[in-house]
């Protein structure tokens, strides 16, 4: 099992542009969300998926866009850069019915 | 106001020493609360705490829920330089979102 998988790494970006941040799991998770963490803040969850085709807000949602189309997969989208969204985001996915979550190995992002 | 709150925000200590880190919560409908160390990358998850589960131990670790005091500690025995990480407290009040502290940063020094 590769567990939760995140692309890119790395990723700079000019204010304004649009990007998606990918996600991916093997272990048939269906619950998958989305955070932010920043120096000094912690974790801030950003959207999360209960399973396929559900799809709902969490503490930091603008300027995000998520979709669930398959148990595997749940994107991020930024739909127009801004320097606030400089940060390290991390996917995570754990079984319904358990809190215990798994993380993937983040992307840092830079928007300028 | 946060609903997550860890104490120390950072330790230094030598190795060897016992240190506890803080975890404190103030949520409506407690589930569980979790642990987790995160080194350069991932947060890796250590032990998750209930209801019916309010002590856990594993090697040097061990953690322990008060609900009265709404409250967890979580202990580290003979610590050692690879114990040097940002340990983060998570809260479940409703469904499955994790209501993280900012974490406590550890560094253990030879």
């Known amino acids: 099992n590769a567990g939760v998988t995140q692309t890119p790494k790395f990723q700079v970006l000019k204010t304004g542009q649009s990007m998606t941040l990918q996600c991916a799991q093997d272990?048939?998770?269906?619950?998958m969300s989305w955070y932010r963490q920043d120096p000094g803040m912690g974790l801030r969850l950003i959207h999360y998926?209960?399973?396929?085709?559900?799809?709902d807000q969490g503490e930091v949602p603008n300027g995000y866009n998520v979709s669930r189309s398959t148990t595997e997969d749940f994107p991020l989208r930024l739909l127009s850069a801004a320097p606030s969204q400089t940060s390290v985001y991390f996917c995570a996915s754990s079984y319904r019915g358990t809190h215990e979550q798994y993380f993937g190995p983040g992307t840092r992002l830079t928007v300028t | 106001e946060d609903k997550v709150v860890q104490s120390p925000l950072s330790l230094v200590v030598h190795e060897g020493d016992t240190v506890t880190l803080n975890c404190s919560y103030e949520?409506?409908?407690?589930?569980?609360l979790l642990w987790y160390k995160q080194e350069k990358k991932a947060p890796t998850f250590l032990f998750m705490l209930?209801?019916?589960?309010i002590e856990k131990k594993s090697g040097r670790l061990s953690s322990i829920l008060d609900k009265k005091e709404l409250s967890s500690i979580l202990n580290i025995t003979a610590t050692q330089t690879g114990d040097s990480a940002i340990y983060l407290c998570a809260v479940v009040d409703s469904g499955y979102a994790l209501n993280f502290g900012k974490g406590t940063s550890l560094l253990v020094t030879p």
């Open positions: 949520v409506t409908n407690f589930r569980s």
């Open positions: 272990m048939n998770h269906e619950y």
């Open positions: 209930t209801s019916s589960g």
């Open positions: 998926s209960v399973g396929a085709g559900i799809t």
